[in-house]
């Protein structure tokens, strides 16, 4: 499987507004509707934020949104909040019940 | 409600082998698949494998095939891993997790520390 390419960090102010990229293939990405973004802290375990692309899980607050184009997913969060830092991971279905995750992204809010 | 138990932290020697379990609870045993993931020291996250508890088809990452086994055991409800060959790039903390319909794993085990040590 190829590898998905995030950038290593990313970093936003209280209140902005922060977009972490998730770039693979056409043959993963782009294929299908089916990415993820999950949430991790510290010594725990991943927090699913977004499915399906777009969608969120109930309790996920809506400043959490998901998009993609081409073989680009992305994660948007606005209105950045101290909690929101953490290491972000994409994760694509890759066809044939075979499942990958992105490098990780991690935030911090200054 | 859901929920995944893991078994406990295990330290082995490079060669050996490992199992790690994953007990569900709080929902219909068969009607989900469950995946495998885990996360070295400091690192992302790697997806290894996928079981399907009904009828115990499996699916593993290129990288894993010949090593990777999952099981379940459906009287019990719980699957489990087998690693073989242990070296010390498989030290890590491995986590079951259940997906949603479609895509997303909404419930994760605690994790199982694997140390891999000689």
């Known amino acids: 499987q190829s590898a998905l390419t995030q950038p290593r960090s990313v970093s936003g102010s209280p209140g902005q507004s922060v977009t972490i990229s998730c770039t693979g293939t056409s043959s993963d990405v782009g294929a299908y509707d089916f990415v993820s973004w999950y949430q991790q802290h510290p010594g725990k375990a991943p927090k699913l934020m977004i499915y399906d692309v777009n969608k969120r899980p109930s309790g996920v607050p809506d400043r959490f949104s998901g998009s993609k184009s081409g073989n680009t997913a992305s994660l948007t969060i606005s209105g950045l909040q101290a909690e929101d830092e953490a290491d972000y991971y994409c994760s694509p279905y890759a066809g044939r019940y075979i499942w990958m995750f992105g490098g990780g992204t991690r935030l911090t809010v200054l | 409600q859901v929920q995944l138990v893991q078994s406990g932290a295990e330290v082995k020697k490079p060669g050996a082998s490992v199992r790690v379990s994953c007990k569900a609870s709080g929902y219909t045993f068969r009607d989900y698949y469950m995946h495998w993931v885990r996360q070295a020291p400091g690192q992302g996250l790697e997806w290894m494998g996928v079981?399907?508890?009904?009828?115990?088809?499996?699916w593993y990452a290129q990288k894993f095939q010949g090593r990777l086994t999952l099981t379940r055991d459906t009287s019990t409800s719980t699957v489990h891993l087998d690693l073989s060959n242990l070296r010390s790039e498989d030290t890590a903390v491995y986590y079951c997790a259940r997906p949603r319909d479609t895509s997303g794993f909404d419930f994760w085990g605690q994790g199982s520390l694997v140390t891999v040590s000689s």
């Open positions: 079981i399907n508890p009904s009828g115990g088809g499996t």
